[in-house]
């Protein structure tokens, strides 16, 4: 049977890669719905190819900019509303979800209301929602698949086994741009350096994430409600080479891996075309003499105390998870734009949780609230930042 596919985030760089996959394997799926936030000569070339029913910009200009483009018979809405509507779409049946931030997370809901399985390359739905998301996908009977690269390798090891019987699980990182770097170094450098992954070729502000480490401590959190292990049996160990993509510890010592070399369209097919295998890729094959040894250490939480934020707000739960997460996305796109330097994201986020009153077992109107008190309170900080320096 052919599944009907939905992208949020299509021209994204999980968007383009799950689009690949689905135009190798066009007798397996069918586009029926894609988003774009403003990449509108891309979207364009998408529509074109793909023949979407139904599509979703961030404007009412960019619609009519779109419309003015394309000669297909398209349904074109817009914003967070028209972002639902892709999700939720009647004839979807998987939405990947692959917009980026707190963006993703009302869609998803909506996807899940809908009965449709997602795919999950939104770190931040699980992150500031787990409980909530979780509690729909089972009252939905929907599967929630991992996307990104670490979980699915655990999703893939504990194919045929008994979640049940894990020890611990083993996120690997690749350590981001500045993994050798000192402290001291790191006061010198700028988003051009930081966006120098070593592996991965990703948007920029995961990358900037991956650099300050925070990606890390969200696919911690993400691993958490994915497979109902606690904190404490979550581990993560830096490994330079990124072929190791996570491991898993059994009750009886054995320790299961998944291998690769990186390249996105790998978990995404996974997750697309689950339970039913998996499928041809052209993609280079693992060649372990080529690397000769692969290197794994602890994270220093010293120079990289985002990793341990993360932590400490999984385990504290309540709407610290929506602060953490919008106060790294106001830090983020600000160090992006130069207003900040690097060392200012994690002292902006630390300022920022160490303000707020957390409540316990949040509904979503009071996550979205935390959302929007943490991204005010953390414009406040920086701004008194820049005081003292002038």
């Known amino acids: 049977m052919v599944k009907n596919i939905s992208i949020l985030g299509s021209t994204g760089s999980i968007g383009t890669a799950a689009l690949d996959v689905i135009s190798r394997h066009s007798d397996k799926f069918n586009v029926v719905g894609l988003t774009a936030y403003s990449n509108i000569s891309k ?70 209301k809908a009965k449709k399985d997602i795919a999950l390359a939104n770190k931040e739905t699980l992150v500031v929602a787990g409980q909530l998301i979780k509690q729909l996908a089972k009252e939905n009977n929907c599967r929630l698949l991992p996307v990104d690269s670490e979980h699915s390798a655990i999703f893939q090891c504990l194919n045929g086994e008994n979640a049940k019987s894990i020890s611990k699980i083993i996120v690997t990182a690749s350590g981001g741009a500045f993994r050798d770097k000192t402290r001291e170094e790191m006061k010198s450098l700028n988003v051009d350096d930081a966006l120098k992954h070593p592996n991965w070729s990703m948007g920029d502000k995961v990358t900037v994430d991956c650099a300050t480490l925070m990606n890390k401590g969200f696919e911690v959190m993400e691993a958490h409600w994915f497979f109902d292990v606690p904190y404490d049996d979550i581990e993560v160990l830096i490994h330079k080479e990124s072929v190791i993509h996570s491991l898993i510890e059994f009750n009886d010592g054995s320790v299961l891996a998944q291998l690769g070399v990186p390249d996105m369209r790998g978990p995404i097919q996974y ?93 979503l109107e009071q996550i979205l609230q935390a959302n929007e008190w943490a991204r005010k309170y953390s414009f406040q900080v920086i701004e008194n930042q820049l005081k003292s320096k002038i």
Do not use: M, W
């Open 43 to 112: 979207l364009v070339e998408q529509i074109h190819e793909y023949s979407p029913e139904i599509v979703c910009v961030q404007s009412n200009d960019l619609a009519i900019e779109l419309r003015k483009q394309i000669s297909k018979e398209v349904e074109i809405v817009i914003g967070e509303e028209g972002l639902c509507n892709v999700a939720s779409y009647s004839k979807t049946d998987v939405t990947l979800t692959a917009v980026v931030g707190i963006a993703g997370l009302k869609p998803t809901i909506e996807a899940l």
């Open 271 to 363: 997750a697309l075309n689950y339970p039913n295998g998996r499928l041809d890729l052209p993609i280079k094959k693992l060649d372990l003499l080529e690397f000769g040894k692969l290197h794994f250490e602890a994270p220093d939480n010293k120079r990289f105390p985002c990793l341990q934020f993360a932590y400490e707000v999984g385990k504290q739960g309540g709407t610290y998870p929506a602060v953490l997460n919008a106060a790294n996305e106001v830090a983020n796109e600000l160090f992006r734009k130069r207003v900040i330097d690097f060392l200012e994201i994690e002292k902006t986020i630390r300022t920022t949780l160490d303000a707020h009153d957390s409540i316990n077992d949040p509904n």
